[in-house]
């Protein structure tokens, strides 16, 4: 009895295999057809498609180009204000340590209120 149900495996395993090499070929070409659909789908058909991918890929590179540009002029902008900024409170700060003797002392006050402000102003700007 075990025997025969030994026999009877071989024979499953053996007949499994013998329909499944019948069928692979079939398999296999269909497996082939398929990833060709594949790749000719995913392909440009013409010179008039490529073209207008390589346009697209021109255009969208021209826009980049345009806003890094836009964003380097506002920054250099910004810095030139900065600088200018800075270069008044320095001005005012050595009018205020090397005071001369054409300077009032209301001009200072002034100077120190106008400094104030600025500071104040800073404080909201880096808070906003």
């Known amino acids: 009895m075990l025997i025969q149900s030994f026999l009877f495996f071989i024979l499953g395993v ?3 295999s013998w329909v499944l ?3 692979s070929p079939f398999i296999w070409r269909k497996a082939v057809h398929f990833a060709y659909k594949d790749v000719c ?6 010179l008039a498609e490529i073209e207008a991918n390589q346009d ?4 969208q590179h021209a826009v980049e180009l345009a806003n ?3 964003k380097y002029e506002f920054l250099q902008k910004k810095y030139a204000q900065q600088k200018i900024q800075l270069s008044q409170i320095t001005e005012q700060f050595y009018r205020l340590c090397l005071p001369t003797q054409d300077t009032l002392t209301k001009e200072a006050i002034a100077i120190k209120q106008n400094i104030a402000t600025i500071h ?3 404080g909201k700007k880096n808070d906003a």
């Open 68 to 70: 890094n540009q836009q």
């Open 14 to 16: 053996a007949f499994t």
């Open 21 to 23: 090499v019948l069928l």
């Open 56 to 59: 697209f890929l021109r255009a």
């Open 120 to 122: 104040t102003f800073k």
């Open 41 to 46: 789908a995913q392909m440009p058909l013409s």
